[in-house]
């Protein structure tokens, strides 16, 4: 787990040691790959934005090498756009995990990005070059990892969707709420004044 955040790693560490993994945690890019030298995990989930060295550097320099390349490499972000998305899948990142994700999602998800390793399915990836606004990225992908990849930006994007559903159902709540105080303080006032 490379997460620059002390809290945020702490709080996914304890989800992931409490169902039974086994963790490490890197507080950067760089610190993880002193950990992986002495140390190969089962996935690696990563934050995007961190000193020293990002998420996506950190997944380039671990799929190019040739040791580790094998190991699941999964971003961890709050929500992304486009470019993150393709910036992602050139760096080799096998898909997503989302920070505001309940427990079970959570482990869902690493379950998920676990399996092919487990059935002993790595399969060999060719470049696909593919631009956007104006960028050409070079993709090492094979068309399981492309599906894989699209299915998990997917979920992120459903779960973000339901929880800007939910945020905007409390606003709408807290909105009526109030309303109906100030028609209730509007009436008291016009009783008292007349």
Same mark, same amino acid.
């Given at each position: 787990?490379?997460?620059?955040?002390?809290?945020?790693?702490?709080?996914?560490q304890?989800?992931?040691?409490?169902?039974?993994? %086994?963790?490490?945690?890197?507080?950067?890019?760089?610190?993880?790959?002193?950990?992986?030298?002495?140390?190969?995990?089962?996935?690696?989930?990563?934050?995007?934005?961190?000193?020293?060295?990002?998420?996506?550097?950190?997944?380039?320099?671990?799929?190019?090498?040739?040791?580790?390349?094998?190991i699941?490499?999964?971003?961890?972000?709050?929500?992304?756009g486009?470019?993150?998305?393709?910036?992602?899948?050139?760096?080799?990142?096998d898909?997503?995990? %989302?920070?505001?994700?309940?427990?079970?999602?959570?482990?869902?998800?690493?379950?998920? $990005?676990?399996?092919?390793?487990?059935?002993?399915?790595?399969?060999?990836?060719?470049?696909?070059?593919?631009?956007?606004?104006?960028?050409?990225?070079?993709?090492?992908?094979?068309?399981?990892?492309?599906?894989?990849?699209?299915?998990?930006?997917?979920?992120?994007?459903?779960?973000?969707?339901?929880?800007?559903?939910?945020?905007?159902s409390?606003?709408?709540?807290?909105?009526?709420?109030?309303?109906?105080?100030?028609?209730?303080?509007?009436? %008291?006032?016009?009783? $008292?004044?007349?």
């Amino acid at each position: 787990l490379v997460e620059d955040s002390p809290t945020q790693g702490k709080q996914i560490q304890h989800v992931l040691e409490t169902a039974g993994y %086994s963790t490490r945690l890197a507080g950067n890019g760089r610190e993880a790959l002193d950990i992986l030298k002495d140390y190969a995990p089962g996935l690696i989930i990563s934050d995007i934005k961190m000193p020293l060295m990002d998420g996506f550097t950190l997944c380039s320099a671990v799929k190019a090498d040739e040791a580790l390349r094998h190991i699941p490499f999964v971003l961890l972000t709050s929500f992304t756009g486009p470019q993150d998305v393709l910036e992602s899948l050139a760096a080799g990142a096998d898909g997503f995990v %989302s920070k505001g994700m309940n427990k079970a999602d959570m482990l869902e998800s690493v379950e998920h $990005f676990l399996m092919p390793r487990a059935a002993g399915r790595v399969p060999e990836r060719r470049q696909v070059d593919f631009a956007y606004q104006g960028l050409t990225y070079h993709i090492p992908a094979d068309t399981a990892h492309i599906l894989n990849f699209l299915v998990s930006t997917y979920h992120m994007a459903v779960r973000h969707n339901y929880e800007l559903e939910r945020v905007r159902s409390e606003l709408d709540q807290a909105n009526q709420a109030l309303e109906r105080k100030y028609r209730e303080l509007a009436a %008291s006032e016009a009783r $008292f004044q007349g």
